[in-house]
């Protein structure tokens, strides 16, 4: 039989390594995909959706093509159990898949003690968090929608490490570019627990003041510990409320629930430390973990354009692994991330991050990358080839 490969999670990382495991070993290896969405949902462009200028069904792409085009197996189901040892993952339906290499790629979840509010029934349902794009995106934006003009969009920002650095900043300007043509007296609060704006900073700021004057403001430093779901009211570390009409909480995150239940986050009990020639787990052989859910090394952004990376350099190497040879030694990533300012003009962030081997991690190549100098709705059509293109690479 054909050695067989299970991937647990078909969003950026996971589709992606599937694909390449696939096409690497030319139909040699058999790869099975547990997902339980019926269809991949873009978290970039979701807050797009926020601003009203695309719907969720332009960010929905189906997973057919992994099947008809590259023969793999998609299994509509949940992992709900790691059996390193016997080399098995137990699902949800009952089905037991046997692996000999499993690759985990499961994004995040929410703390569940961070904010003791929100474990009341029901407070997701009202307070959302839009920070996996589907149903909670849609809903967002008709609570948005039903805001009185005059109202206060509040957007509760954890402390970083968090999934996309720039999201929530891109999110503050998509919100204010609604509200500046629809609900001009309305406004925009950033409760930020960071000190400072973690990614492109300048551009923001200075965009937030000459687009969005008197309508974002940003308060640096306000780290939320609590909510109350009923008043849609944040209370900060030092005690501050501060109610709003539509709040937005995106809570403290940890790698995906599978992660830390197979005992894969073994940094701080929230990420999963790996090798970065092959992620895999430092934890447990065999096993190798991509996207949001590692350590991430020096630098490294938690982006769906590395969660791609991850899963090229990893599927390379499983089917190095899997073939009796050595994997690849220096392998070099690169990272693009694209923030919408409004509905046509963009930022964009890049860095490239090769492996040193003295430090066994991966490290920016000094003088790559760079920021944009401006907005423009040049690199907005960049930005859509960006996403049109990823999206053709992870799952067609
Ligand atoms: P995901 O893409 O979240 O995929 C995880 C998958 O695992 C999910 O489909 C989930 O259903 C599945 N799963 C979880 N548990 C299990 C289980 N037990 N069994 C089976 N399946 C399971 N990145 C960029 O590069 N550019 C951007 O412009 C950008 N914009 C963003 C905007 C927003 C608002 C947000 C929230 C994020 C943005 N990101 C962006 C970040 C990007 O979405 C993430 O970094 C990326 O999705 C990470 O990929 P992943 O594979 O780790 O996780």
Not at 110 to 138: I, N, R
Not at 373 to 386: C, I, M, R
Request: proline share 7%.
């Amino acid at each position: 039989a054909k050695p067989h490969v299970v991937v647990i999670g078909g969003g950026y990382g996971g589709a992606t390594a599937a694909k390449y495991v696939r096409l690497w070993s030319a139909g040699e290896i058999d790869v099975t995909l547990v997902e339980p969405n019926p269809a991949f949902v873009s978290c970039p462009l979701s807050n797009l959706v926020l601003g009203g200028s695309r719907r969720i069904d332009d960010l929905t792409v189906s997973y057919d093509r992994l099947t008809t085009r590259h023969g793999l197996r998609v299994l509509r189901d949940s992992a709900r159990a790691i059996d390193a040892g016997k080399r098995t993952v137990l699902l949800s339906g009952g089905t037991q898949l046997r692996y000999d290499r499993l690759i985990v790629s499961p994004g995040i979840e929410f703390l569940p003690d961070a904010l003791p509010g929100m474990a009341v029934s029901g407070a997701y349902d009202g307070v959302l968090h839009a920070w996996k794009a589907g149903p909670q995106t849609v809903a967002l934006r008709a609570q948005l929608e039903a805001m009185p003009d005059g109202g206060v969009y509040a957007l509760s920002v954890p402390l970083a490490p968090y999934r996309c650095p720039p999201g929530p900043y891109e999110r503050a300007c998509q919100v204010a570019f609604y509200f500046s043509r629809h609900k001009p007296r309305s406004k925009v609060l950033l409760l930020d627990a960071n000190d400072d704006v973690v990614s492109k900073g300048p551009l923001f700021r200075r965009i937030w003041k000459e687009h969005y004057a008197g309508i974002i403001e940003y308060r640096p430093g306000f780290k939320t510990v609590d909510v109350d779901a009923g008043t849609k009211t944040a209370i900060s570390e030092l005690g501050e409320a501060v109610r709003a009409d539509v709040l937005n909480v995106v809570p403290p995150h940890r790698a995906g629930a599978i992660a830390s239940q197979a005992g894969l986050a073994n940094a701080n009990g929230r990420w999963c430390e790996v090798d970065f020639l092959t992620f895999e787990s430092t934890q447990a052989p065999g096993i190798h973990v991509i996207g949001d859910a590692i350590q991430t090394a020096p630098l490294m952004p938690k982006s769906a354009h590395m969660a791609n990376q991850h899963g090229k350099v990893c599927a390379a190497a499983v089917v190095d692994l899997l073939s009796g040879r050595a994997p690849y030694p220096a392998p070099m990533l690169t990272n693009t991330c694209y923030s919408f300012v409004s509905d046509v003009d963009v930022i964009h962030v890049a860095s490239v991050h090769a492996y040193d081997a003295a430090k066994k991690t991966l490290l920016v190549v000094p003088g790559s990358g760079g920021l944009s100098a401006k907005e423009s709705p040049l690199e907005g059509s960049h930005a859509f080839s960006w996403a049109a293109n990823i999206w053709a690479d992870t799952l067609a």
